[in-house]
């Protein structure tokens, strides 16, 4: 389920294999994306084994290996690039080393940074406690504290060490005959510690070698990020354990992955928590405290004095309303924009009033319905200002939060990356001009140029292409900036997208990460917008009726949106397979071609930054019309 990353690994693959004689075998668990129909079309010379049952890493690779006749097995990851001197560099260092079982190299991520997984010491329980407590993060350089993931062991330096991960493992075939294949009790991970210990076990060593590198995208974004990989990490560690460590060794191993298990859950359960509750939380007790101040501040002014049940639960009730418009309108997610805050101010005082109005022996006090109002504008923009300053060093919230990207190819593919940017799926991006790998006088310069051009225009982002640099060049530059916290993407040879560490693909045929409409709580928000304005108009319809081209088709339209059977707005043309599916819609995003008329695809630009006031600003355009019009 990886196809986009698959055929990049390949074509980097195909290119560090020019002059060896080598095969290429993959093996797909059962993917649902479409990658062995890309293989079979694209990569005719590459052996391809269908499973349609997902029989985990190790049977997989096992059943690979079993067929190919190799005088050396490589491991490689499909979300991997190799760099074109790589497997040069291994079949060297294994002509040089007999006693080499297995050998890895360098492996960075997605930003650039060293990947620490690339050489790894065998389970322990001095190791697990270090893992656990952090001590290894905090003295990095130790042998006594640092032996988790070697860190005091130089990254530029040729190491014999117990683990090298499954990403990329080379292994001779004769080693591969004496210690026996992957163990299939592993399902997923630790099967590569298994196979370095059994290889050590055997008299041979396992050699780090950084003299090549290659890149593993989603290695650290989905290890930090997925408490999933925690848990089965550690659980396959745990029956690592239970398989070769006997007596003493074993139990206090085994104790303290039991206790990474519980400690790893606990922890990211906490973590999702804060995540969600930390910004309303947060701007629920500053606006509290405001209210607070701004009630004696009224007290002393006016001579009124506030109850103290008031003083509690009225101005909580007050901060609350305002806290749940933001949650309601999905203003705690970035990017985040003044309008949408002053928005749910607004929708919040309105809701306020409304209840006052309906329920007077509530509406204790005007002034303090007003002047909180007043104060959530300036403290939901602090706060989140604030997120922003922390997340990314930005404090700015107007409009749409756009990348400075310096795109690093010849100018014929630049001009193919920028119409793919801009025209094909109007990503938020301001360009700053590109890079040639070769002097041109449109170009800001040469590669050789890059820390002035970086100080100079301080971009966002890198998109490197892969067809105007080799993939030993792409890697050696985001090693070397990576210290900026670019974000750095790829794009393959002649591709209509892109590849970064997030796993985001951004093309018109690959959206499904990219677009707002394709989150569950934004289709909810939809859902809301729907009920919220249907019910206004309905109420209104009396007075209002003679705004509509068609008045009748208009109120049966109304209902029919109460009754869930049509959405206010949808596509003007039928969503392809990759496009969030929607109801028919009253209105459809043709109007936005008034309100944005150098859009490219108005459908594609509605799914990517729906929010309620889009469907607002549509509606109001489109009102006359309801009844009149159909999306499809």
Known sequence: ????????????????????????????????????EMVREEFP????????????????????????????????????????????????????????????????????????????DLPSAWNIFCKLTGLYRLFPQSRLFGRYHLTYLPEDTVSEVPVLLGAFMCIPRHVLNQVGLLDERFFMYAEDIDLCYRILQAGYKNYYLPTTQIIHFKGESTRSRSLNYVLTFYKASLQFVQKHYQGWRRWPAAWLYQLGILVAAFLSGLKRIGQRIYLPLLEGSLLYGAGLALSHFWSSYSGKTFLPTYQTWGILAYCLTFVAMHLLLLNYAPPYRIRRVVGAVLSGFLVLVLVGYLVPSINYSRFMVLGMAFLAVPVGLAVRAADNWLRKGQLHLTGEISHRVLVIADPAHFGRIRKLLFEDIRYPVEFVGFVSPHPHKEALGTPAQLPYLLETYNPDELIFCNASLTSQEIISLMMRYFYRRLN?????????????????????????????????????????????????LLLAYPLTFWIYHRPALALRSLIGVLLGRYHFVSYSEFPSEEMPLLKEGLLTTDFLRELYPHTFNVDLMYAHRYSVFLDWKILLVGLPHLGTVHAR
């Not at 055929?7 to 560090?16: G, I, K, W």
């Not at 590459?46 to 890493?57: R, T, Y």
């Not at 690039?81 to 190299?105: K, Y």
């Open 1 to 36: 389920n990886v196809k986009y990353f698959l055929r990049q690994c390949l074509q980097s693959v195909a290119r560090a294999l020019e002059g060896i004689d080598g095969e290429v075998w993959v093996v797909d668990n059962a993917s649902i994306d479409g990658s062995v």
């Open 488 to 536: 750095f993407k790829i794009i393959p040879p002649y591709a209509d997208y892109l590849i970064g560490p997030q796993s985001i693909l951004v093309s018109r045929h690959s959206l499904r990460l990219y677009l707002r409409l394709h989150q569950p709580e934004v289709l909810f928000q939809k859902k809301i917008f729907d009920l919220a304005a249907g019910i206004l």
């Open 45 to 120: 010379w590459v052996h391809l084994i269908a499973n349609e049952i997902n029989l985990g890493f190790a049977r997989a690779n096992n059943q690979a290996i079993q067929r190919a006749t190799g005088q050396y097995i490589l491991l490689l990851n499909p979300d991997t690039i190799v760099q074109e001197d790589t497997f040069r560099e291994v079949l060297r260092f294994f002509a040089a080393h007999p006693e080499a079982g297995a050998v890895g190299v360098k492996i960075i991520d997605g930003q650039g940074r060293f990947s620490p997984d690339s050489r790894r």
